[in-house]
């Protein structure tokens, strides 16, 4: 399988995150992570269920991983999410020395990794992360879409 076809593989498993947290009346935005072409974490946003902050499907699929893996250092993982991580989900992706983010829309009022701030590519900072965006664009646009035309319609 050559590299956009596993990405947009493992997208449409973050796609599938995203569905579940649509489910729940949550922002649909859905994570997995990669090691060695296997998903070692998925997970999906589930902020206003639990009233936390950072339950944002990156942040959980972050800590998912690390103990799967037994190490905070994910340094051979992809992280497939369908949409640009935020701000702090950009720090915390550094933090966790992730290779590469893969992501399917970008997010013009709080992107943390090419829209609004360049946090995975800063020089300034002791990792950065390979990026690779627009994998399954119009997917993932379109169930965020749906989502906040639904909850206008309330």
């Not at 994570?31 to 009233?51: C, M």
């Not at 051979?76 to 702090?88: G, H, N, Q, R, S």
């Amino acid at each position: 399988m050559d590299e956009l076809a596993s990405d947009e593989y493992f997208l449409k498993e973050a796609l599938k995150e995203a569905e579940k947290a649509y489910a729940l009346g949550e922002v649909p935005v859905g994570a997995v992570i990669v090691v060695d072409g296997r998903i070692v974490a998925r997970a999906h946003n589930i902020k206003e269920t639990t009233n936390d902050p950072t339950a944002h499907a990156e942040m959980l699929a972050i800590r998912q991983a690390a103990n799967a893996l037994d190490a905070w250092r994910l340094t051979e993982a992809t992280l497939y999410v369908t949409k640009e991580p935020c701000i702090m989900c950009s720090g915390a992706i550094v933090h966790a020395r992730i290779k590469r983010v893969v992501y399917g829309c970008s997010d013009p009022k709080s992107g943390g990794a090419v829209s609004l701030y360049r946090i995975l590519q800063d020089p300034r900072l002791n990792h950065q992360v390979e990026i690779t965006a627009g994998i399954l664009e119009e997917e993932c646009r379109a169930v965020l879409q749906r989502f906040f035309k639904e909850l206008r319609n309330q």
